[in-house]
């Protein structure tokens, strides 16, 4: 097994994290997210790569997100395997290829005091599929530097038989929403019977902002410009908080909108709403990112 290489910059007892004292790697180490499960064990709950979100990294110093795409899983033994593992040869297997790949460890230990609060802070994401039990196992991190964007990788040292592994690799973000358009709302009513919109609410309330206007504003041509044309607005929420709760907004806005349309001069016997809540999601409600589509509007043709 390689010998573990750790961030020798800054002072002996709390040495400071700098990504620039790690050599670069240019070991080839496949697709993401790089390390398969080692032998006898698999990743659990069907985990799949998230595009863009967060990880919550620790260095001796500091505790901070690093963003980018993402992969974090429960690593448990497979039951179908005759070979039975321990907590000690998952976060060794892992290491040690976290090492062949060009990695430096960065930090390993308990958290204790600011720093525990900080991570508890961040991790937004605790309590779903990879989350560390930072409250009782020690952490470690490790960093491969790479020049097609670093890679960062957090490990709960913790368990008897399991682990939790974190990676992202740093990419910048992109931003895939587009202007709503009278034009492509039409189009989707047109082509699919339906068009999912997000529009943007104050906060856990119904109160359209002003660029939710906006959106609604273009449905309000697509309605002028075909007078035969009737709509369902159906309202969609994500998991987050109480079932009931979401349901109610989902109703209140969906309500909204169909208000709004009104009041620009659109029968209101062209137009029904309803609230569907937290049912039906689209995307993933363990990301910031799924959690975002969840939210929306959708306009059926009827």
């Keep these: 097994m390689a010998e573990t290489p750790t961030v020798e910059t800054g002072a002996a007892e709390n040495p400071a994290f700098d990504i620039s004292a790690i050599p670069v790697s240019t070991e080839d180490i496949g697709d993401f997210p790089f390390f398969t499960a080692p032998q006898g064990a698999q990743y659990i709950n069907n985990v799949k790569p998230s595009d863009f979100d967060f990880i919550v990294f620790v260095t001796p110093e500091s505790v901070y997100e690093v963003e980018g795409k993402t992969f974090r899983a429960h690593v448990h033994p497979d039951r179908s395997s005759e070979t039975k593992v321990s907590g000690r040869f998952l976060t060794k297997s892992f290491e040690d290829a976290i090492i062949q790949a060009g990695g430096v460890k960065v930090f390993e230990g308990k958290l204790e005091g600011e720093q525990k609060e900080t991570y508890k802070n961040l991790c937004t994401y605790s309590g779903t599929d990879g989350s560390i039990d930072i409250w009782n196992n020690p952490i470690a991190t490790y960093v491969i530097r790479r020049n097609d ?123 029904t709403s309803k609230g569907f809540g937290q049912d039906n999601p689209i995307a993933d409600n363990s990301t910031e990112a799924g959690k975002a589509q969840n939210r929306r509007v959708e306009l059926v043709k009827i």
């Design 149 to 271: 964007g670093n890679v960062y990788i957090a490990l709960d040292k913790g368990m008897a038989s399991s682990t939790s592994i974190q990676i992202v690799q740093e990419k910048p973000f992109e931003q895939t929403i587009t202007k709503i358009t009278s034009d492509k709302i039409k189009q989707d009513l047109t082509e699919q019977g339906k068009s999912v919109l997000h529009i943007n609410f104050d906060t856990d309330k119904a109160t359209l902002k002003p660029d939710g206007k906006e959106v609604v504003s273009e449905i309000v041509k697509v309605l002028k410009d075909d007078p035969s044309l009737k709509i369902a607005i159906n309202g969609y929420t994500d998991n987050a908080g109480n079932k009931a709760h979401n349901q109610g907004l989902s109703e209140s806005r969906a309500s909204a909108v169909k208000t709004e349309i009104a009041a620009a001069g659109i029968a209101p016997e062209r137009l």
